[in-house]
Nanobody
Framework: QVPLVESGGGSVQAGGSLRLSCVAS????????MAWFRQAPGTEREGIAA????????YYADSVKGRFTISRDNANNTLYLQMNSLKPEDTATYYC?????????????????WGQGTQVTVSS
């Protein structure tokens, strides 16, 4: 059983919006946070938004702060990433993640589960 399944990627023009979804299966046990990472060709995977499940505390990378919003529907075990005012530099493969800890700057983390990734392409 795949623990995390993303959907919602696609192509959009600059200034547009997309919403990514990530459904967590019951296989994802004992997780403390869920997050979104992204990776553009030739770059390292970077954390862009995280949510601690217990407190609801959220963290965002400076590059997306004010434009992206992370949220969770507990009843449906679904994590969302609402992306507004998209820019060409947001083009990347986006990954859902879940694990035990992630720091406020999203640089250090223990991720136990990764999704398969969904492509987001923003054209100018």
């Amino acid at each position: 059983q795949v623990p995390l399944v993303e959907s919602g990627g696609g192509s959009v023009q600059a200034g547009g919006s997309l919403r990514l979804s990530c459904v967590a299966s019951t296989y994802t046990e004992n997780i403390v946070f869920m997050a979104w990472f992204r990776q553009a060709p030739g770059t390292e995977r970077e954390g862009i938004a995280a949510l601690y499940l217990g407190s609801g505390t959220t963290y965002y990378a400076d590059s997306v702060k004010g434009r992206f919003t992370i949220s969770r529907d507990n009843a449906n075990n679904t994590l969302y990433l609402q992306m507004n005012s998209l820019k060409p530099e947001d083009t990347a493969t986006y990954y859902c993640a879940a694990g035990k800890y992630i720091t406020y700057d999203l640089r250090r983390h223990q991720v136990n589960y990764w999704g398969q990734g969904t492509q987001v392409t923003v054209s100018s």
